[in-house]
């Protein structure tokens, strides 16, 4: 499978891969009014892989973000968290691990176990280039064998592309304080001065950290989790309608991509709950909720 960017779609078009639940019309739609910055006409792909993990494409380059490649139900329930008897992954790969791990290069935004797993480990190979939110994960990373591991910041670049970590909260204060494994997240900027700038924000919740990344960089997408991820008890880990909302008032000209929904035992936000509310909540044109398997260009 050819993950190589589309460079001659518009902005306004949509790839439609494998399971793919929107009409390439809805996509159409939701795009209208959306502009690229100024001189910069190409388009940016990002395919829906399953949970977390996705496809960027931008700048010639493709990024694999957070690769989870488990069999579906080969893992157990996370403890102490919604629907934790179900075993997880919920649902198959949409598309083949080799096929995956062909990718320029791999973004892990933290080590937790559906961003970055064993299945995963074994598919990629080792002198890939990784990029790892800090240097306790690079460390992490390199023990299993991986030669060519980097740290983000605020101006790391590859291959052209401008690499940009950003914060993140996985959960609110209480939450953090009840489960200290949650540990640190990031979120990554991709900029190219011939592509949208495009802002992945990780597993957090709405807060000032997506608030600045929003601010500084005014990317025009931005790729929410936001399946609404719940340790029971306590409030949701990731984002869920009201934080996409959030997001939406405080980038409104942008384009919101839902990722991270239905994969995971503790995710209970489904894909139809945010389409219906961002219907209610007059967004829906800047809302775009891929299946598994599924690209869009934005």
Same mark, same amino acid.
């Given at each position: 499978m050819d993950f190589k960017t589309e460079h001659g779609m518009t902005r306004r078009q949509a790839l439609l891969m494998? %399971?793919? &639940?929107? &009409? /390439?019309?809805?996509l159409m739609a939701a795009t209208q009014g959306w502009a690229n910055p100024v001189g910069t006409p190409k388009t940016a792909k990002v395919t829906q892989v399953r949970n977390a993990t996705i496809?960027?494409?931008?700048?010639?380059?493709?990024?694999?973000?957070?690769?989870?490649?488990?069999?579906?139900?080969?893992?157990?329930?996370?403890? +102490?968290?919604?629907? !934790?008897?179900? !075993? #997880?992954?919920?649902?198959?790969?949409?598309?083949?691990?080799?096929?995956?791990?062909?990718?320029? /290069?791999?973004?892990?935004?933290h080590l937790h176990l559906d961003h970055w797993d064993d299945a995963a480990k074994a598919a990629i190979a080792r002198d890939k280039p990784i990029f790892a939110q800090s240097e306790h994960d690079a460390g992490l990373i390199r023990a299993d064998g991986f030669t060519d591991v980097h740290v983000l910041t605020? +101006?790391?670049?590859? #291959?052209?592309?401008?690499?940009?970590?950003?914060? %993140?909260?996985?959960? #609110?204060? &209480?939450?953090?304080? /009840?489960?200290?494994?949650?540990?640190?997240?990031?979120?990554?900027v991709f900029s190219h001065p011939e592509f949208p700038t495009l802002y992945v924000a990780g597993d957090t919740i709405w807060n000032a950290h997506?608030? +600045? +990344?929003i601010d500084t960089h005014k990317p025009a997408a931005i790729v929410l989790n936001a399946g609404n991820a719940v340790m029971m008890g306590f409030d949701p880990i990731i984002m869920g309608t009201e934080d996409v909302l959030a997001v939406h008032r405080a980038a409104p000209e942008a384009i919101l991509i839902a990722s991270h929904m239905e994969a995971i035992n503790h995710c209970i936000l489904s894909r139809q709950v945010l389409r219906d509310f961002s219907v209610q909540n007059g967004f829906e044109q800047k809302l775009l909720i891929p299946a598994d398997g599924e690209a869009v260009m934005v």
């Open positions: 494998t %399971g793919g &639940a929107f &009409a /390439a019309a809805s496809l960027v494409e931008t700048g010639g380059v493709t990024f694999l973000i957070d690769p989870l490649f488990a069999d579906q139900g080969s893992l157990p329930g996370f403890p +102490a968290s919604a629907s !934790s008897h179900l !075993s #997880n992954p919920l649902v198959t790969l949409p598309m083949p691990q080799d096929d995956l791990a062909t990718a320029d /290069a791999v973004i892990v935004t605020e +101006a790391t670049e590859f #291959n052209g592309v401008r690499l940009i970590k950003t914060g %993140g909260q996985h959960g #609110n204060d &209480a939450t953090l304080e /009840a489960f200290p494994t949650m540990g640190d997240v990031c979120g990554v997506v608030q +600045a +990344a």
